[in-house]
């Protein structure tokens, strides 16, 4: 069975860096693209960018350029997603997701909950 | 980057009612669009992609329609289960796209 499992919630103060795993299991990591997406309460899926796990290559939105950074660990088939100078509206749930039989997002993590407090 | 605009951002309707939610893009593309239901604490799941596809195990009242800027999400017959947010996705260049989501709520 194909799973994505996140590590868990975290609690930040602003200016603070988050890193969020993402564990895959189930299928060839380096097979497919990473996405991340960020929820924040009351807004819209937002997507973050991507890692492809086989060279490392990614891409990111242009809103989270120069805070975020995607990697892929192929020794422990795991993503990470590290959004740095946290902000109040960073305050979300972050989802690692990908394309695996679909042409769409089909896999999703669980979620992980970053809430960004003084 | 196309942005994607739904509507209606809310709607009540009641068991049995045939829904109809819409996603709108600001240029037109190909049919890399999907839609998405998703329950509170929960990940999006996968209904429809290609606009009008439906996934695996996904009940046939979901019916997916529209190409180029005009898409819609259709439910035939709403049932309990499908109250829910529904969300529209362009998928076919980066960035992604969502849009902003439809709450869907029993009348």
């Known amino acids: 069975e194909v799973q994505l499992v996140q590590s868990g919630a975290e609690v930040k103060k602003p200016g603070a860096t988050v890193k969020i795993s993402c564990k895959v299991s189930?299928?060839?990591?380096?097979?497919?693209?990473m996405h991340w997406v960020q929820q924040a309460p009351g807004t819209r899926l937002e997507w973050m960018g991507l890692?492809?796990?086989?060279?490392?290559?990614?891409i990111y939105a242009e809103k989270f350029q120069g805070r975020v950074t995607i990697t892929a660990d192929t020794s422990t088939d795991t993503a990470y997603m590290e959004l740095s100078s946290l902000r109040f509206e960073d305050t979300a749930v972050y989802y690692c997701?990908?394309?695996?039989?679909?042409?769409?997002?089909?896999?999703w993590g669980q979620g992980t909950l970053v809430t960004v407090s003084s | 980057a196309i942005q994607l605009t739904q509507s209606p951002s809310s709607l009540s309707a009641s068991v049995g009612d045939r829904v109809t939610i819409s996603c709108r893009a600001s240029?037109?593309?190909?049919?890399?669009l999907a839609w998405y239901q998703q329950k509170p604490g929960k990940a999006p799941k996968l209904l429809i992609y290609?606009?009008?596809t439906l996934q695996s195990g996904v009940p046939s009242r979901f019916i997916g329609s529209g190409s180029g800027t005009d898409f819609t999400l259709t439910i035939s017959s709403l049932q309990p289960e499908d109250f829910a947010s529904y969300y529209c996705?362009?998928?076919?260049?980066?960035?992604?796209?969502f849009g902003q989501g439809t709450k869907l709520e029993i009348k």
């Open positions: 189930g299928y060839t990591f380096t097979d497919y693209y």
């Open positions: 890692v492809d796990p086989e060279d490392g290559e990614t």
């Open positions: 996705h362009l998928f076919n260049n980066y960035p992604h796209t």
């Open positions: 240029q037109g593309f190909s049919s890399a």
């Open positions: 290609d606009a009008s």
């Open positions: 997701a990908f394309r695996y039989n679909y042409s769409a997002f089909d896999i």
